[in-house]
Nanobody
């Protein structure tokens, strides 16, 4: 069993910053991609940023230059530094991770419970 615990969400004014954290625990042998998705009311969940074990990043166009994803492999933790926040960034942010529990085991996708980010204008 694998658990993802997110923290760092909250209410911030436009132009402000927040840092999200997501710590993974449980039966983890290795982690491939870690990332963040978000879902605003009435909209589909969308990718915000992802980071592979090889260091390759992928960002949504709407957050490029404002958000930075990073990870601490020793702690099985991924971070999302969000700067210059805009009201359009308001959403529930979900941590996502692809990992396996043993060598040559199947890769499994896991989700966190979500953390609310609200940006006021």
């Amino acid at each position: 069993q694998v658990q993802l615990v997110e923290s760092g969400g909250g209410l911030v004014q436009a132009g402000g910053s927040l840092r999200l954290s997501c710590a993974a625990s449980g039966s983890i042998f290795s982690i491939n991609t870690m990332g963040w998705y978000r879902q605003a009311p009435g909209k589909q969940r969308e990718l915000v940023a992802a980071l592979t074990s090889g260091g390759i990043t992928n960002y949504a166009d709407s957050v490029k230059g404002r958000f930075t994803i990073s990870r601490d492999n020793a702690k099985n933790t991924v971070y999302l530094q969000m700067n210059s926040l805009e009201p359009e960034d308001t959403a529930v942010y979900y941590c996502n991770m692809e990992s396996r529990g043993m060598l040559h085991g199947p890769w499994v996708n896991y989700w966190g419970q979500g953390t609310q980010v609200t940006v006021s204008s």
